[in-house]
């Protein structure tokens, strides 16, 4: 079962993860395998040709292995889990209606439902081959905070863009270089919302340049990493 | 991050064909990178709009060699370059014509320009069989006549446009995915453009975020843009890669509104065509 695959070794915790889980419905994220899975059990058509688990899971660590595209989903999968931790933890604080304008609220919201559409979408699609469930490591992070919220969603989102667009060369198959396609116009979308809503709507900064980065695995998981208490990393990139 | 990367660090990562193809043509990388800087004028522009991926179209474009240009390459860019053109001069005109409020011009000269960077990419990019510009008709035969007398109109027909642009890119992802440097150039051109389009509809809405509308995304198949139903056709689906998002089962619960939205769908080539030609003259 994938939940025996996440350590949660008391040395390995921030101080507030088990607040932190309880306020994002995180304890859940071991209840969501199950309930996807048996989702799946019910009747989700699974794509044809995955293969078992390509990423090798061993301890904490965990190697993405890009050659195989059930693993690129993965790593799709892994930045998706971080998002959707991430926006389940803004709306859950009880500082978000305060902290935030009714307009910026439903903007949060629908971009948690999307975050989560698309993590729960990937695990799906994957099945047996999806990496566990991570653990967020958001320490860093004050959720009361607007600005501090913010401006780590701009980073997220510019983050997941830069991702898609970089990853996406390492799929072979024309159907999942489609699915990544579909989400990846959504991350940008939510990037240039949030970009707006922290530096001004009427500014430039929704688009930055003219051609968006295109990331290399080893660079986003570089940036990602300080997020996510399991240590993951990338070969055949 | 990897757009502010040397250019020598860029063509490192660079596609390993393309890389060999540069490798047969000069002895070495560094040398090649010399030569290339110094000679190339379409390497020289990629520089200067500051993108790695660009970088490396550009030189990708240089190593096939302009006339070895694979043909689906070829017609999927020239593709791009007519939808590229209508957006700049559409954005080129709609600012010179001053329809657009003193307040929300830097939002579409920005626009503008990344269109003009994008025209400017692709035909670098083709060389000498870039295809020459269709000549425009940008009230589409009289349906949006106001448009450059019409703000409400402009910024409309600006998010149709800009919409259907992001579908059009992702519709020919799969067929670029054999080259693997013009597929990620086109890629850093798709979420700019999905940018743009977020951007539009926030202003519609006066940047409240309400929806249907007025959200930076697209829920269902929904617009209110007079005669653009067939530009959102299709945007409602739920099926992706064989899984149907609505059957699965979300924590938080989600509606199948948000599932429409978290997904933007493709066009073909054929569709896209048909929704634009009432904007060739």
């Not at chain 2, 053109?85 to 503008?112: H, K, M, N, Q, W």
Request: aromatic share 8%.
């Amino acid at each position: 079962m994938e939940t025996s695959q996440q350590h949660d070794g008391p040395g390995r915790e921030p101080a507030s993860r088990r607040d932190f889980l309880r306020a994002a419905g995180l304890a859940g994220v071991t209840l969501t395998v199950g309930s996807v899975l048996s989702g799946c059990a019910e009747g989700v058509t699974q794509p044809a040709g995955l293969v078992a688990r390509a990423a090798t899971v061993s301890g904490n660590n965990i190697t993405l292995d890009f050659s195989q595209d059930v693993d690129v989903l993965n790593y799709a999968y892994a930045l998706e889990q971080l998002e959707a931790a991430f926006y389940v933890t803004v709306v859950a604080n009880a500082a978000f209606t305060s902290a935030f304008p009714a307009n910026e609220q439903r903007m949060l919201r629908d971009i948690r439902d999307h975050e989560v559409v698309h993590r729960d979408f990937l695990k799906a699609a994957l099945g047996p081959a999806a990496i566990p469930g991570l653990t967020p490591n958001f320490s860093s992070i004050t959720f009361s905070s607007r600005a501090s919220v913010l401006n780590t969603a701009q980073t997220f989102e510019d983050l997941g863009v830069s991702a898609y667009n970089g990853a996406a060369k390492y799929l072979k198959r024309n159907d999942y270089l489609t699915v990544a396609g579909k989400i990846v116009s959504v991350e940008a979308r939510h990037a240039a919302a949030i970009r707006g809503t922290l530096n001004g709507n009427r500014t430039g900064s929704f688009a930055p340049n003219a051609f968006d980065p295109a990331n290399s695995p080893t660079t986003v998981l570089m940036a990602a990493q300080p997020f996510i208490v399991q240590s993951i990393s990338a070969t055949n990139v | 991050m990897d757009s502010q990367l040397p250019i020598l660090r860029a063509l490192e990562a660079s596609d390993p064909e393309v890389a060999g193809r540069i490798s047969t043509q000069v002895v070495s990388r560094r040398s090649a990178l010399k030569a290339g800087a110094g000679a190339s004028a379409s390497l020289g522009m990629a520089l200067r709009i500051g993108s790695a991926p660009v970088a490396l179209a550009a030189f990708a474009s240089e190593a096939f060699g302009q006339t070895r240009l694979p043909a689906v390459v070829v017609n999927v860019l020239n593709y791009a370059l007519v939808l590229e053109e209508l957006e700049s001069r559409f954005y080129i005109a709609g600012v010179a014509a001053g329809v657009v409020p003193a307040a929300d011009l830097t939002i579409f000269t920005t626009i503008r320009d990344h269109e003009i960077a994008h025209v400017a990419f692709l035909r670098n990019a083709l060389g000498a069989q870039a295809r020459p510009s269709p000549m425009f008709d940008f009230t589409a035969k009289g349906a949006y006549a106001d448009v450059f007398s019409n703000y409400n109109t402009f910024k409309a027909v600006s998010q149709a446009l800009e919409d259907t642009g992001v579908r059009a890119y992702k519709g020919q992802a799969p067929a670029l995915r054999p080259y693997k440097d013009i597929l990620t150039a086109a890629l850093t051109i798709h979420s700019v453009e999905a940018r743009h389009a977020a951007e539009i509809r926030r202003l519609r809405g006066n940047f409240e975020d309400t929806e249907p509308f007025f959200e930076g995304w697209i829920t269902e198949a929904q617009t209110d843009v007079p005669g653009a139903a067939g530009n959102y056709a299709g945007e409602d689906n739920t099926v992706h890669a064989g899984v149907d998002a609505t059957t699965l089962s979300y924590t938080p619960a989600v509606t199948r509104k948000e599932v429409t939205e978290a997904f933007d769908e493709p066009l073909t080539q054929s569709q896209v065509i048909a929704l634009i030609t009432p904007f060739f003259a």
